[in-house]
């Protein structure tokens, strides 16, 4: 979190932390969060994120009108403003381009690690609604998903 912090720091952006060690806190830290918070953004900690938690999450988003970033464009079915997520055909195609670098002889150890090429997102069109959000046309055009 800290180093989040401080790369979000590099543009003015300030991250506040909410949360707990169990599951049971999350309502609670939730309530603590500062009223000037302009969305909210759910890190995939498997232990914290859970069906109850998620619905704790989308109902404080909801009711405070502050857009969630969701971890799937599952949440941002049940309620999330939007989501990112990887664009797992070309994911294929880059490590199949690896592996064919390696089968013609270049180590993989000189193959620096890469980062997905293309980024693809969802929105939820009644949560932006909702918050009183628009989005321009050519976003909801390029979405992967549409929530209506």
Known sequence: MEELKRLAGRDNVALEAAGGSVPEALPDALK???STI????GLGESRLLSPQTARE??????????????LSSSWVKAG???ALDRDYDDLGRQCAE?????LKG???S????ATPRRVLYSLNLKTAEHMKLEFPDEVIRNAAEVFR
């Open 32 to 34: 603590q969060l500062p």
């Open 38 to 41: 302009g969305a909210l953004w």
């Open 57 to 70: 999450i989308l109902l404080y988003s909801f009711r405070n009108r502050v857009p969630l970033v969701g």
């Open 80 to 82: 999330a403003l939007y």
């Open 98 to 102: 690896f592996a064919d670098q390696i």
């Open 106 to 108: 270049k180590p993989a």
């Open 110 to 113: 000189s193959i620096p690690p």
